[in-house]
């Protein structure tokens, strides 16, 4: 844990205003997912993106039951400010515990739903802004670095599981449509 403090410290060394400015909108943009969940609404709208946008339904999903009830509550820690509370925070404290990201888990869950699905344009956008918004978490001392490694993971797995299971009812789907034509 002192690495972590250590990274975590160094960071409050380069704060300008403009970084200030810059990371604390990067963190709100992941505010309680609303950008995702916009853009998985908008995606599921549009017929074309329709898939992309089931599969992340599925992704968002599996990563909220993960992060916020079940990881957050088990492991419990406790958020780099309460435990160092000398640094003045530019962003209001998070109520919850601090492991994993919340923030960075459902970027990153995003990105790899939105590759896996080759939304590559969307993806790359996506990861940009998942990228910042880990390095923000570090950046206003709201999360260890553990805490946004473990997001970015469990991001990327949640987006591959609702990719498979989408694939999974999308077969089944398929193959009872096959059935039912052959019946005919």
């Not at 160092?84 to 530019?90: D, G, R, Y």
């Not at 956008?125 to 390095?135: D, G, N, Q, W, Y």
């Amino acid at each position: 844990m002192a690495i972590e403090f250590q990274i975590l410290d160094y960071l409050q060394t380069i704060h300008t205003s403009l970084l200030d400015k810059i990371m604390v909108g990067a963190s709100t943009l992941g505010n309680t997912g609303i950008l995702w969940i916009a853009l998985t609404l908008i995606l599921l709208i549009i017929p074309k993106t329709r898939p992309a946008g089931k599969v992340l339904v599925l992704a968002l999903i599996i990563e909220l039951v993960t992060v916020n009830l079940i990881l957050k509550p088990v492991v419990h820690r406790p958020r780099p400010y309460d435990v160092n509370p000398v640094v003045q925070l530019l962003v209001d404290p998070p109520k919850d515990y601090s492991f994993p990201s919340g923030h960075t888990s459902m970027a990153f869950t995003m990105v790899s739903g939105l590759f896996l699905m080759k939304k590559k344009e969307l993806g790359i956008a996506a990861c940009i802004l998942a990228t910042t918004i880990a390095f923000s978490r570090l950046y206003l001392y709201v999360h260890y670095p553990t805490d946004v490694l473990a997001g970015v993971a469990i991001g990327i797995l949640s987006g591959y599981a609702g990719y498979k299971i989408n694939q999974y009812y999308e077969s089944r789907k398929k193959h009872k449509n096959e059935a039912g034509i052959d019946k005919v």
